[in-house]
């Protein structure tokens, strides 16, 4: 309720308030966005002048605020912020005198205020540590500073910024970037006037230099500031920077004239084997790659000496890579002996000089036998086979998305007992068929009920893995219809015994797990009392917290199963009550396991006898890898 009427609130003033377009002049404008998210913002621009110039900002928010922080103006390329508290961490009240007198506002400090044509807007901006809040309705305020540009330099502005709502209308949300001249480029930055008639300052930045020291005497606007005097190249910032690059190592292997004499006689060979295996699980598949060696030995008598001579020649080239930077600078010299600096372009040079080392290794392969031995030859053969990791995982991810649930408004008063099936497509097929009971009863607006549901499962299609569960699940829920909304609130708690299955029979392993899954469970749902063209909106979100546990037998390389966690599944829909009895209803979800899904349940009653109902209900689902039909139809009898 209280949400209902801040919109109300902000529809009236948008329509109230004497609507103002953006001041003319600006160089960029943030319009609109979307709430609660804090973006970065980039304008670029190019000084005209050298001297005073200003930098602004103005705001307008209707229906809520804008949170500004972080200003930075940099020559294009540098990193150096050449606004004073950029961070807007200094501030606080500051006096400032006006033509009324003098006047207390909230400022940070060495900025500016402006009004758009000198109208004081409400929920005018206000400075806080570290931020600008303003809400400004139906016209625009914001805050400047001066500062010293260097004509054709480039610069880049960026700030961060966070609507607190979004407005009907582009025109209703929108921040405006500045720049320009001060009505002096030879005055001092501080003393800057913008050379503009879209804005009358409050006070300029050289009077909110005190802000938030409460002892400090009010500042004038400067009647007479420092003015320049010369401006002459500086001394030019120059950084150099040594890098390596990477190494490229070449070898070459040269051999000598090898000298062998060999007598030998040979005994029968025999053979002995032996193998490794290797598995890996990249969350879809678990593959094992078998790796068989073979060895074959044959007794030999046999008296020979080989020598062959090895010459290995290494080269290893390094990149040296040194990178100049090189920052022109201006100095502007004031009539109070005063000096600014001013950074320009910094331009960056590059220079590559590769440092080759060689080395030449030689060795000897000497071998000789003058007396029996063996000669063992081996040869390695790699076998690899791999099945699907995602059959017991895409179960239980099933079960956890579809918790069980009793729809009280598709649902009359009373006892009930339906079978009910559910096809589930992930990356198998999930058939799930069993049956689901309960009790409801209405008292006044409140609806109250009880149901549980057993339920058989079998998971297939997956390559050489199977899965089996038995499924127990209680649910309590409780509606509350009053007259601005309905609000559904249920518990629920369930139990999965999963038996599941991977087989590599080509390389005869195994792996039978028993895995236990416990589901403690909440869902809310928040309806529309009212229906906006026969759709009723609603929007809630359910909490699973799934414990899983699990015990094997068989190779420990083919265990797929899944670890504990909690899903929070958000959503959002309509309801559309076609009849008192027929209705349907659609869902759009956010799952941590199947992305975005889309729902759609269709539900029917229709008496059949006294006090006894035939129920039915359809729907299906669609999400990422996942495509699911659900169905039930049952008896309900009043009591």
């Keep these: 309720m209280k949400k209902i009427l801040a919109v109300l609130a902000g529809l009236f003033i948008s329509t109230s308030v004497c609507a103002q377009n953006l001041p003319a002049g600006s160089i960029g404008s943030v319009t609109n966005p979307a709430t609660g998210v804090n973006a970065l913002y980039t304008f670029n621009f ?63 400090a060495n900025w500016g205020v402006w009004y758009q044509n ?79 008639t879209s ?87 678990v593959s094992v790659t078998r790796t068989t060696t073979v060895v074959a030995t044959t007794p030999f008598s046999t008296v020979t000496t080989v020598t062959v001579p090895v010459y290995t020649t290494t080269v290893v080239t390094v990149p040296h890579i040194t990178t100049t930077t090189t920052t022109p600078t201006t100095v502007t010299t004031y009539s109070d002996n005063t000096t600014t600096t001013a950074n320009g372009t910094p331009v960056v040079t590059s220079s590559t000089t590769n440092v080759a080392t060689s080395s030449v290794a030689t060795t000897y392969n000497v071998s000789s036998t003058t007396q029996t031995g063996n000669v063992s030859q081996s040869a390695v053969g790699t076998q690899s086979a791999s099945a699907s990791a995602t059959g017991l995982k895409d179960a239980m991810a099933v079960r956890t998305f579809n918790a069980f649930l009793v729809d009280p408004l598709a649902t009359k008063d009373g006892s009930w007992i339906t079978p009910s099936y559910q096809y589930a497509k992930t990356n198998g097929i999930d058939r799930t068929g069993g049956w689901d009971m309960g009790y409801q009863t209405t008292v006044e607006n409140n609806t109250a009920g009880f149901g549980a549901r057993y339920s058989r499962t079998n998971a297939d299609g997956y390559t050489n893995s199977t899965t089996q569960a038995d499924n127990y699940a209680v649910n309590a829920y409780l509606l509350n219809k009053s007259e601005d909304f309905w609000v ?109 899904v889309g729902s759609l349940r269709a539900t ?15 729907g299906v689902d669609k999400g990422s890898g996942y495509t699911a039909a659900v169905g039930m139809v049952g008896l309900r009898v009043n009591f």
Excluded at 94 to 99: D, L, R
Aim: charged share 10%.
């Design 46 to 108: 190019t000084a005209t002048t050298t001297g005073s110039d200003y930098i602004g900002f103005a705001f307008r928010q209707d229906p809520a605020f804008w949170s500004f922080t972080n200003p930075v103006l940099e020559v294009t390329g540098t990193t150096t912020n050449l606004l004073t508290n950029g961070n807007l961490s200094a501030g606080g009240p500051v006096q400032v005198s006006t033509n009324s007198g003098t006047q207390t506002i909230q400022a940070p």
């Design 118 to 196: 000198g109208t004081y807007p409400a929920a005018a901006g206000s400075w806080s540590s570290g931020q600008w809040y303003d809400g400004a309705v139906g016209s625009y305020d914001g805050i400047y500073q001066g500062v010293s540009l260097i004509a054709g330099d480039h610069y880049t502005i960026t700030f961060d910024a966070v609507s607190t709502s979004q407005a009907a209308s582009a025109a209703q949300a929108m921040i405006g970037v500045y720049a320009g001249t001060c009505q002096s480029v030879s005055l001092a930055a501080s003393a800057c006037t913008p050379n503009t």
């Design 488 to 596: 559904k609130g249920s518990v629920g708690y369930a139990k999965s015994n999963y038996t599941a299955s991977v087989s590599l029979p080509t390389l005869a392993l195994y792996n039978n797990t028993s895995a236990h899954q416990n589901n403690i469970y909440a869902d809310a749902t928040l309806y529309s009392a009212a229906t906006y063209y026969g759709f009723r909106p609603l929007i809630g979100i359910t909490v699973n917290k799934s414990d899983v546990s699990s015990s094997y037998n068989g190779s420990s390389l083919l265990n797929t199963t899944p670890n504990s966690n909690t899903r929070t599944t958000p959503y959002i829909g309509a309801r559309y009550e076609i009849t008192d009895d027929i209705a349907l209803e659609g869902r759009v979800s956010q799952t941590q396991d199947f992305k975005t």
């Design 199 to 285: 804005f009358t300052p409050l006070a300029v930045p050289a009077q909110t230099v005190n802000a938030g020291n409460a002892s400090a005497p009010p500042v004038a606007n400067p009647a007479s500031a420092p003015t320049v005097v010369s401006t002459a190249p500086g001394t030019p910032i120059v950084t150099t920077a040594s890098s390596l690059g990477t190494a490229v190592t070449t070898t070459s292997v040269a051999y000598g004239t090898s000298t062998a004499v060999p007598v030998t006689t040979y005994s029968p060979t025999t053979y002995a084997s032996s193998y490794v295996d290797a598995g890996r699980n990249n969350g879809q598949s």
């Design 604 to 618: 029917a009653k229709t008496q059949v006898l006294d006090n006894t109902y035939l129920e039915l209900s359809a």
